[in-house]
């Protein structure tokens, strides 16, 4: 069965004036659309068709870079929206322990968060991330993701120019303070972690 675009888990026009729902409209609309419509061409007829995402991920990284990079989207794009809540919420207190035994506090981890998505060259996305009981950050270029490759991700920012570019033209730090600040679906972050394994993208 062919890969769908995922619903906004919020009304689109609920993050505003952090993401508004024109952006939305492109963001999800377009762009995430054209990398499920991609990915569902490059596999139609092989032997790929029916497998998950993310078998589909794991089987194109380093023998297929257009269908990785398309399938790698597909799934970011996915984690992205439900990174993010109108609501921001608090982390459990098991992760909030963790935050604070890798980041010394909340603050010092947004600060750090924020940090490393203005210093990110280019495109790509900036994940809070678990391994082997470990907090950590870490960036993915391009098309890349975190999503086989052992890590188990809690949150990720997305930091191409389309995620931002209408509400906050070139000024990505802008866009980072304000999806930081208050964006953030710690609820996702702390379901992530308690799972103990990557997030699936939903049949």
């Known amino acids: 069965m062919p890969f769908s675009l995922i619903d906004l888990p919020y009304a689109a026009d609920a993050l505003e004036p952090a993401i508004s ?6 963001h999800h609309g377009k762009h995430h659309q054209a990398y499920i419509d991609k990915t569902n061409a490059a596999i139609e007829g092989t032997d790929l068709a029916g497998k998950s995402l993310e078998e589909v991920i794991v089987a194109a990284r380093g023998s297929n870079q257009g269908l990785f990079n398309n399938a ?3 799934w970011n794009h996915g984690f992205f929206w439900h990174s993010l809540s109108p609501e921001s919420g608090t982390p459990s207190d098991e992760l909030a322990a963790m935050i604070d035994s890798a980041f010394g506090s909340h603050d010092a981890l947004a600060k750090q968060l924020a940090d490393r998505g203005v210093g990110h060259f280019a495109s790509g996305w ?3 991330a678990e391994k082997d009981g ?3 950050i870490e960036e993915t270029h391009d098309g890349d993701t975190l999503a086989d490759i052992g890590f188990n991700p809690l949150l990720v920012i997305d930091l191409w120019e389309h995620a931002y570019y209408l509400d906050h033209q070139n000024k990505r730090p802008a ?3 304000a999806v930081i600040g208050g964006k953030l679906n710690w609820a996702f972050a702390s379901e992530n972690l308690a799972r103990g394994t990557a997030w ?4």
């Not at 729902?21 to 492109?26: P, Q, R, V």
């Open 126 to 128: 900036v994940w809070l």
């Open 21 to 26: 729902a024109e952006t939305f409209s492109y």
């Open 72 to 74: 790698a989207q597909s």
């Open 200 to 203: 699936t993208y939903p049949a």
């Open 175 to 177: 866009y980072l303070d």
């Open 134 to 136: 470990a907090l950590s």
